[in-house]
């Protein structure tokens, strides 16, 4: 897969369908040549032109050869402040107070696999399941070195890229820039792709076309939040779901991040993207390194569901780990939203009960076990059972699941601290503040230091001490509050500017030993929702709490956008009462059910308080989601349509299971339209000449009088060669009513 040149420079990384090139020119410049569609060989049929750029200056050696400027050339890993004007890569203070480097290739190495980073979550893979490419670039005047990593996937149309930089002077120096990668594009005919968002609306797709001049996704908030997503995509113009070159970059980290494009003088694209570089510097003695997080960068010539097929087999296969990787989740219902703070033994046995009743398999205890937990405003630190509140403790309330037959769940957010708390009047210092002004406050609790090894150890000795005495099946990882006053009270004043990036450090510590001792808990991460959605936390816990919005319609968005990186299996996606406690719609029950059925299927509503009717059809929806649920949650993905094109009310999603066997079709409509268009689903990744059998159809409960058109629409029992499913579709019953949901399950004869 990784093949080197000797006579060209050339190192040619390819799979089956894709290649990425990297040349070494002048027997010091390591430059970007190619990455797209699979080459057989890369012979440089467009060799780089050699033209006098006004302002573009040329290094000392090359005083006299003004057409040679690095000003101009494709760089795999710019500097700052040396010849170069555009974003860098890196940049570093000089121990003088220059920041002046210049890199140079030094030697390569190539490896099956792919080695792990240290203290950091990556993608990991098999000898035979990838290969890796390490290319050593030093500064010419010996002071700093820096390792850059490739690796090639056979699975997968992707590139995992990283880089270590490494003080290799006498003298320290300090960082203040350290991307994870750097791409040169010979040209700016692209669409830019984000997702941006709030808290409880997150991960709506922006596309815009791309501009001149510099433009960036980024969080600034300690964590890679609800407000941005450390995620960037460049499609051709006009590449769609279905077709066109996308170009996407999706971070291996939980913490601030930058992801950079600029668009320069003549018409090249370059894209930056890491750790966010604002108020970023980490202090190197000699000797020291960085590592920098994982970025992973896919390439699609099948437009947006191709890009998203990349990520997805990535993120299942070499990101999640543990037995819970293949494994289908279980069906839960939590207590939030059905008690919020006012639970005893009694609530959650009744709970228990009315599961068990409706073919729920986890009941999760959220927020308010602990401490002297009534409300927000205390407790957070200490973590031990309020047997005022649970009489029996966890023991009592997890063996009211375990006798039906449930596993038994808890919620925890170690990562903070009240003032009103035990932990906080006898370690002040261990949170977050600035020594010099007033705390700040977020939902009244603040960050504790987890640059600091006690910390660390304080967190990992609590949570494991309840994980050993309770018998905890699923653990709920909150995060409530981003970081203010990234002040640490360990860390001298020279290295304050590396406690943002040592807090996340932290963060991998604490979860890699607490997850590694429990193997057999299943682990979802959690951050006011979707707040910190990403692939270094999915490293730790194999699925994420995807919004605090439950509303149906409002999730249409945002696990549509999520899935441009994220598999289903990753997304918590629960059913809640009606009115929403969001937004206050009121939604059909089956609309509901179907939405949440995209992801790790459960309940966020009082059970307890259904009508029999109620529940009648949510043991039919539990039963119903228990067959498709391999399906669901372990088979392919595809956005038939999206929220966020055309009128943006209408979503298609198509599920297909590993073997081909079975395929889920759901369709929603938000509000239903006078004169309405027809709308035809064309079904995707079939066998063309296979039949398939329409074993069951759903079809929404509307008000219209033609109950004779819609049943002659039904096409249930019908089968259709794949072709015909792929190529002419199928049609959609017209809908009458608002907030409407559509399922057809098609069986493989």
Not at 88 to 104: I, S
Not at 140 to 148: D, I, Q, T
Not at 457 to 465: A, F, G, Q
Not at 469 to 494: G, M
């Amino acid at each position: 897969m990784i093949q080197f040149d000797e006579k060209t420079g050339i190192f040619h990384l390819s799979n089956a369908k894709m290649s990425y090139v990297l040349q070494v020119i002048r027997g010091r410049y390591l430059m970007h040549r190619y990455w797209g569609r699979k080459l057989r060989t890369f012979r440089d049929s467009r060799p780089f032109q050699e033209l006098d750029r006004g302002f573009s200056p040329q290094p000392g050696a090359y005083e006299n050869e003004r057409t040679f400027s690095l000003d101009v050339l494709p760089q795999e890993y710019p500097g700052y402040g040396h010849v170069d004007y555009r974003i860098p890569a890196y940049e570093v203070r000089l121990a003088d107070g220059t920041t002046t480097t210049e890199l140079f290739y030094k030697d390569y190495i190539i490896t099956k696999g792919k080695p792990a980073l240290a203290g950091l979550p990556a993608a990991y893979a098999a000898d035979d399941e990838a290969e890796t490419l390490k290319i050593t670039l030093a500064d010419s005047k010996g002071k700093l070195e820096a390792e850059l990593s490739y690796t090639i996937f056979a699975d997968a149309d992707v590139i995992a890229r990283s880089a270590c930089l490494k003080n290799s002077g006498e003298e320290p120096m300090d960082l203040l820039n350290a991307a994870s990668f750097a791409l040169d594009l010979p040209d700016h005919d692209f669409d830019r792709m984000n997702l941006w968002g709030g808290h409880a609306a997150e991960r709506t797709a922006e596309r815009v076309p791309l501009m001149h001049g510099i433009e960036e996704s980024a969080s600034r908030r300690g964590s890679s939040s609800h407000q941005a997503s450390p995620f960037l995509a460049l499609l051709r113009k006009d590449a769609g779901e279905k077709s066109g070159e996308v170009y996407g970059f999706s971070l291996v980290w939980s913490g601030e991040f930058s992801l950079k494009t600029e668009v320069e003088q003549f018409g090249t694209t370059r894209v930056v993207g890491g750790i966010n570089p604002f108020e970023f510097r980490w202090h190197l003695e000699p000797g020291e390194s960085f590592q920098t997080p994982e970025a992973l960068l896919a390439y699609s010539a099948e437009g947006l569901n191709g890009m998203s097929q990349a990520f997805h087999e990535i993120v299942r296969h070499h990101i999640v780990r543990g037995k819970f990787r293949d494994a289908v989740r279980p069906i839960l219902v939590n207590n939030w939203e059905a008690t919020y703070f006012d639970f005893d033994d009694a609530k959650m046995d009744n709970l228990a009960a009315c599961a068990k009743d409706l073919g729920i398999e986890l009941m999760v205890l959220d927020d308010g076990w602990f401490g002297k937990r009534e409300d927000d405003n205390s407790s957070l630190g200490d973590w031990v059972v309020n047997m005022d509140k649970l009489k029996g403790g966890l023991q009592g309330v997890a063996e009211s699941a375990h006798k039906r037959g449930l596993k038994f769940g808890l919620w925890f957010e170690p990562e903070m601290v009240s003032v009103d708390s035990d932990l906080y009047r006898a370690h002040p210092d261990w949170a977050l503040r600035s020594p010099s002004y007033p705390m700040t406050f977020s939902r009244h609790q603040l960050v504790l230091d987890l640059s600091r090894a006690d910390v660390r150890d304080y967190i990992v000795d609590s949570v494991c001490k309840i994980l050993d005495t309770a018998p905890i099946d699923y653990v709920k990882w909150d995060f409530n509050r981003h970081l203010t006053d990234a002040f640490s009270a360990k860390l001298p004043p020279e290295r304050q500017g590396e406690v943002r990036t040592r807090f996340v450090l932290g963060l991998y510590d604490v979860l890699e030993r607490i997850t590694q001792t429990h193997p057999d808990v299943l682990f979802e991460s959690c951050s006011g929702g979707g707040g910190r959605f990403d692939a270094g936390m999915l490293y730790y816990m194999p699925q994420t709490w995807t919004s605090d919005d439950t509303d149906a319609i409002c999730r249409l968005s945002i696990q549509s956008g999520t899935s441009m990186v994220f598999p289903p299996i990753t997304m918590g996606a629960h059913v809640s009462v009606t009115p929403n406690h969001q937004v206050g719609r009121v939604t059909p029950m089956q609309t509901r059910a179907f939405a949440a059925m995209m992801g790790c299927y459960g309940y966020e509503m009082d059970i307890t308080r259904m009508s029999e009717e109620e529940k009648a059809e949510v043991r039919s929806h539990i039963a119903l989601y228990k067959k498709i649920r391999p399906t669901m949650q372990l088979g392919q993905f595809y956005r038939l349509l999206t929220p966020f094109e055309g009128k943006g009310n209408e979503t298609a999603w198509e599920f297909v299971a590993k073997d081909g066997k079975e395929i889920v079709l759901v369709y929603f409509k938000a509000l239903a339209t006078p004169a309405a268009e027809l709308r035809t689903l064309k079904l995707e990744q079939l066998d063309a000449d296979a039949e398939y059998e329409v074993a069951a159809y759903y079809p929404a409960k509307g008000l219209s009088h033609d109950g004779a058109g819609s049943k002659a629409l039904s096409l249930a029992g019908k089968s259709f060669y794949g072709d015909e499913l792929m190529y002419s579709g199928i049609e959609v019953p017209k809908i009458d009513t608002d907030f409407a949901a559509y399922m057809w399950v098609f069986h493989k004869k």
